[in-house]
């Protein structure tokens, strides 16, 4: 049977290969565990992440667009589980275990109330399909990672509960300088030069001048960052396998989003030579959220033994994550990546520079705030096409 045709009833008494029994380390979402000692906290781990499938019977997207994205919202699912598992960072912390069958903190039913299948859900399949026609795909078309990372970028503005900054690095590049812009909107109102001099950095952070009017939550806003990336052509440069690996180390880490061609997977980690992902390959029936907020949400969660493919199945085409819940979070992440790429036993994905290069475009067209006219743009400007992306190689 082909996987986009599953349905819920067939992946409950499907045979699943039990995880392995091996002295490698499991690594999932930057926890280190041992699979000869901890697998039932492995799987609690595993089974704890938001799962998004396919679904069936929900209102027609655009009110008379499809009820079902069986078989091209593969890649739409993916997108709202690395962004699910940021909020769940966000609000519940990586520690979080979900409990089959216990009531939950209120939190956690407001992150699945983001994502239930109707048009006023924050990222719904229907905000993200309908907000992609802006990106020249259709309804109904299937998406690339990057496609997926830049609308999930703009529906993010509409949020004023999370308060995140998604922010998309593109060509290859992550920038210091825009991301402490985007994530600290106060330091516009300061200059650059709190960026530039750590003695009016440390006064802004004490609440002076310039900064007195905001409270702590306002200090740092909650960074989501999405790289795509193309590590190859048809296949994946073993040069990045050793790479992408330690990016599932960081603890910081929001997993991969990338798969087979036309064919999405949400990776979270990796044991050995085998990734370890959640499928959204079968089809669910939608899910209606009951008139006190609650959801029934056993089909949000994978209670099978997870799935693994060898890395080098992987196609090249992919979108890597991180989540920094503050600017201390975010620096340690900045040198962990610098340490990575100092290594020379591996090749990196990714270059970290602490201002824009000037071959960049400016920071205005660069959408560090969210003027939708600059935003489209920009999008425009980056077209989306997974062909489209600079290939990295030796």
């Not at 008139?291 to 056993?298: F, I, N, R, S």
Request: proline share 6%; charged share 25%.
């Amino acid at each position: 049977m082909d996987a986009a045709t599953l349905t819920y009833d067939t992946l409950r008494f499907a045979e699943f290969e039990e995880f392995p029994q091996t002295e490698e380390p499991v690594w999932i979402l930057g926890r280190e565990s041992s699979a000869l000692t901890e697998k039932d906290d492995i799987l609690c781990d595993i089974s704890s992440r938001l799962w998004f499938t396919y679904r069936k019977n929900f209102p027609p997207i655009g009110g008379t667009g499809p009820t079902s994205d069986t078989g091209w919202g593969c890649m739409l699912r993916c997108g709202q589980m690395i962004l699910g598992e940021a909020l769940v960072f966000r609000h519940l912390g990586r520690d979080w275990r979900w409990v089959k069958g216990k009531r939950q903190r209120e939190e956690y039913y407001s992150i699945l109330n983001a994502f239930i299948d109707k048009k006023d859900s924050y990222y719904s399949i229907h905000q993200i399909a309908q907000m992609g026609v802006g990106e020249g795909k259709s309804i109904g078309q299937w998406y690339g990672p990057n496609t997926v990372a830049q609308v999930l970028k703009k529906l993010s503005v509409f949020d004023s509960w999370s308060r995140l900054a998604v922010h998309v690095a593109m060509d290859n590049t992550v920038v210091i300088e825009e991301i402490k812009r985007l994530c600290m909107p106060w330091l516009d109102y300061a200059g650059a030069a709190a960026f530039l001099d750590p003695e009016l950095e440390r006064e802004l952070n004490g609440f002076t001048e310039g900064a007195c009017a905001l409270d702590q939550s306002a200090v740092w806003k909650p960074l989501v960052l999405l790289i795509p990336l193309r590590l190859g052509l048809s296949e994946i440069n073993e040069a990045y396998i050793e790479t992408l690996k330690k990016c599932f180390m960081l603890p910081q880490s929001l997993g991969v989003i990338g798969g087979k061609p036309n064919s999405a997977h949400y990776f979270i980690g990796y044991v050995g030579e085998e990734l370890i992902y959640l499928d959204p390959h079968t089809t669910q029936p939608s899910v209606e959220p009951c008139d006190d907020g609650l959801v029934p949400d056993d089909s949000y969660h994978c209670e099978h033994p997870p799935c693994r493919m060898h890395i080098r199945e992987l196609d090249p085409s992919i979108a890597v994550g991180f989540f920094c819940s503050t600017e201390e979070d975010f620096d340690d992440w900045c040198l962990r990546i610098r340490k990575m790429s100092e290594r020379r036993e591996a090749l990196p994905m990714f270059e970290l520079v602490d201002r824009q290069p000037s071959h960049f475009m400016s920071s205005d067209v660069l959408n560090l705030t969210p003027d939708f006219t600059d935003s489209d743009r920009l999008e425009r400007f980056f077209d989306s096409e997974d062909e489209e992306f600079e290939i990295l190689s030796l």
